[in-house]
């Protein structure tokens, strides 16, 4: 019932009318403390699986995206050494076609030495070449290396005229500029006194 009645026994003298009766419950299997700890077992159990589960797909998660991060930065790592290698290679390229300073034309100079050490040898060692051919090789070699020396006295000669350009306007750039005095209290003042306004005027043309 859904709550508490009084309920009265059938007996003798008294007839009670079960026609309308309705069983609406059936006792089921009697349910003991044993019975009832081995299912808290069983469900502790399951949700022990279900806990341990989800540890272990969180800690593989974890180990993929350790595993996708360290390969994304060997990929970074790789991609930064090779345009490094490569603005390197583009660097001593532009040295050999460009060279603006003394250490460029040293290594230039060094290289020629090189090749033509190397260039000597070959002639030197090869065997089917007579004494007047092998002469004649080394006048065509020595008419390069001029030829190369003279190309490199021309870079030269243009470096310098760029590098006194350079160094003029910097000098121009560098007189032109307000003077910066500091106050006392260690706050800047920027002045134009007459002299860089005329060097600025100079600058200019």
């Not at 709550?3 to 349910?31: A, P, V």
């Not at 050494?81 to 040293?106: G, N, V």
């Not at 090789?137 to 760029?162: C, F, H, P, S």
């Not at 002045?191 to 860089?196: A, E, L, Q, S």
Request: overall charge positive; some cysteine; charged content about 40%.
């Amino acid at each position: 019932m859904s709550r508490e009645f009084g309920t009265c026994m059938e007996s003798k003298d008294l007839y009670i009318d079960q026609r309308m009766d309705k069983n609406i419950q059936f006792s089921g299997e009697y349910f003991d403390s044993e019975k009832w700890a081995d299912r808290r077992e069983k469900k502790a159990l399951y949700i022990q699986c279900c806990v341990r589960g989800w540890f272990a797909r969180k800690l593989v998660n974890e180990l993929k995206h350790k595993r996708y991060d360290q390969e994304r930065q060997k990929l970074e790592k790789k991609e930064m050494m090779l345009k490094d290698q490569e603005e390197k290679h583009k660097k001593e390229i532009e040295r050999r076609m460009q060279p603006r300073t003394q250490e460029d034309f040293k290594v230039l100079y060094q290289e020629l030495e090189i090749w033509r050490n190397n260039e000597t040898q070959k002639i030197k060692n090869n065997d089917s070449l007579n004494d007047e051919e092998r002469n004649i090789a080394l006048n065509v070699l020595l008419k390069k290396e001029v030829r190369l020396l003279q190309t490199i006295d021309r870079l030269k000669n243009q470096a310098g005229v760029r590098n006194k350009q350079e160094r003029v306007v910097s000098f121009l750039e560098t007189i032109s500029a307000p003077k910066r005095w500091v106050k006392n209290d260690g706050q800047a003042v920027i002045v134009d006194t007459p002299f860089t306004t005329r060097a600025r005027e100079l600058y200019d043309l």
